[in-house]
């Protein structure tokens, strides 16, 4: 039976937990163990170990412009040779990424108890290592580098071309002063569909866009259904993802954090491991 602790006793205890506490592990493995519906959220964190820079920090940057600048509809209609470019190369750093041993042991943690349990995988990420770990129950909430859509007929098409039209070949360097290549509209990707040839554009969410309700939908249920709750490699920044952890924590799911540093969740959440997501997830899944 759980003892309801009073917020602030819990907000004591929270930072009295870290992963060298070896007693959180063994506590939260018991949570696990009890738990029905389990669900993992996660954020670029869990790639960076993949040679995926994350969106704050260093790896914030390609060329002179910020990732958040140019993962925008604003500056897709601006410049789209621009923001092809941005994609193309980001495409290129997630199809020669492996996943680590997070995202693996995440899979295996699925495969192993996916069946006497709900196992949810939400990921902000979209360069498909969760997947290409393994894992089944993925919900995919920003879309993904390797999917792309029409923006005349909607038409949604995985897509792994490398590069994915002739006029993006090469066209990718990061360096800072690197000359944009300015590519004309009409080189650009374009729907193959009949009478259509409309411009395509990557199947993501940029900042300002609504996330595809039925993709939200099977988030918020993972999210509002879970007993246990794993957010792992996220700053906890951007809207709707970084409400969901709170939220569960608040109607009295465990909430576990995996970071290498504390974010303004922290505190409300039930556990803080501090450590590399790829370390720390093999330690507490591997059962
Ligand atoms: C929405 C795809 C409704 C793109 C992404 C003004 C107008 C419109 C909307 C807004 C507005 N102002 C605010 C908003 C809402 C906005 C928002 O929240 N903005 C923030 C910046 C305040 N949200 C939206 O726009 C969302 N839509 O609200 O729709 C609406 C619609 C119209 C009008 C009004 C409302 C859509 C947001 C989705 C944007 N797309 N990604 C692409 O990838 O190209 S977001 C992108 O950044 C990521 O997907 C992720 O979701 C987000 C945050 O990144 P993180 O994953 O957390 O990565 P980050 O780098 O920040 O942090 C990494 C963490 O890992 C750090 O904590 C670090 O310590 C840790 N770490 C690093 N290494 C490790 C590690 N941890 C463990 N181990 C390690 N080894
Ligand atoms: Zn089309």
């Known amino acids: 039976m759980r003892v309801h602790i009073p ?16 007693v959180d592990i063994a506590k939260f493995k018991e949570d696990l163990k009890a738990a029905k519906n389990i669900a993992f959220l996660s954020g670029a964190g869990i790639s960076s170990e993949s040679g995926i820079p994350t969106f704050r920090g260093r790896g914030g940057y390609w060329r002179r412009y910020s990732a958040a600048s140019l993962a925008t509809p604003e500056a897709f209609k601006e410049n789209p040779s621009l923001v092809w470019e941005f994609y193309h190369h980001r495409r290129e750093v997630a199809a020669k990424a492996q996943p680590n041993k997070g995202h693996i042991a995440i899979a ?15 990921t902000q990420n979209v360069d498909s290592l969760h997947a290409r770990a393994g894992t089944k129950n993925l919900v995919e909430l920003h879309g993904s580098l390797f999917k792309t859509r029409c923006t005349k007929c909607n038409d949604v098409l995985v897509n792994t071309d490398n590069p994915i039209c002739e006029a993006l070949a ?10 944009d290549s300015d590519i004309p509209v009409k080189s650009l990707p374009h729907c193959k569909k009949a009478n259509c040839n409309g411009l395509l554009r990557p199947h993501i969410v940029w900042f300002g866009e609504s996330l595809e309700t039925p ?22 920044l951007v809207y709707p993802a970084a409400g969901f952890g709170p939220l569960a924590a608040a109607r009295g799911a465990i ?4 970071n290498i ?25 591997n059962d």
Request: aromatic share 10%.
């Open 7 to 22: 917020k602030n006793k819990r907000v004591v205890q929270t930072y009295a937990k870290s992963l060298h506490n070896s």
């Open 108 to 122: 295996q943690y699925e495969a192993k108890h996916g069946k006497a349990k709900i196992i949810t995988v939400v």
């Open 170 to 179: 090469n066209k990718w360097a990061p360096g800072k002063d690197v000359v």
């Open 215 to 236: 993709v939200f939908e099977r988030a918020d249920e993972a999210m509002s259904k879970c007993d246990v709750c794993l957010i792992i490699g996220t700053s906890s």
């Open 255 to 258: 909430v576990a954090e995996f």
């Open 261 to 285: 540093e504390k974010t303004p969740a922290t505190r409300s959440f039930t556990y803080y491991f501090g450590g590399p997501c790829a370390v720390t997830l093999p330690r507490v899944l």
